[in-house]
């Protein structure tokens, strides 16, 4: 880790990775990512994946609260999308020492981020 790294954005994405830390989040999150960047509305994301309504809205408020989606709302449908931002820098952060010991390769050539 990079000297200097502030405790509480190492407590950020600790809690991002957390917030996806359930099979349902994890599902929720490869959905959205199918359908970046206009997201979905809740009654798809149910359908979809077969979540009740109530439980539904407890992951997407968790995902949103940990900044991994993004939610707007459009006359009476709420959109919720991945925060591509946010997964960026929790890669960025992930991958931001990935084999700097022993350098068999560039971290660029591991992952690329499309903007």
């Known amino acids: 880790m990079k000297p200097g790294r502030a405790d509480a954005e190492v407590a950020r994405y600790a809690e ?5 830390g359930t099979p349902p989040r994890l599902r929720i999150m490869r959905l959205l990512l199918s359908s970046h960047p206009h997201g979905m509305v809740v009654g798809e994301i149910q359908e979809e994946l077969e979540i009740p309504g ?3 809205s407890h992951h997407l408020e968790k995902l949103k609260n ?3 989606v993004t939610v707007r709302r459009e006359q009476q449908f709420l959109w919720y999308a991945a925060n591509a931002g946010g997964l960026r820098e929790l890669l960025g952060f992930l991958y931001e020492e990935c084999c700097s010991r022993n350098r068999p390769i560039r ?3 591991i992952v690329q981020f499309r903007r």
Do not use: Q
């Open 54 to 56: 109530s439980t539904l």
């Open 16 to 20: 991002m990775l957390s917030a996806m």
């Open 66 to 68: 940990a900044g991994l």
């Open 107 to 109: 971290p660029e050539e």
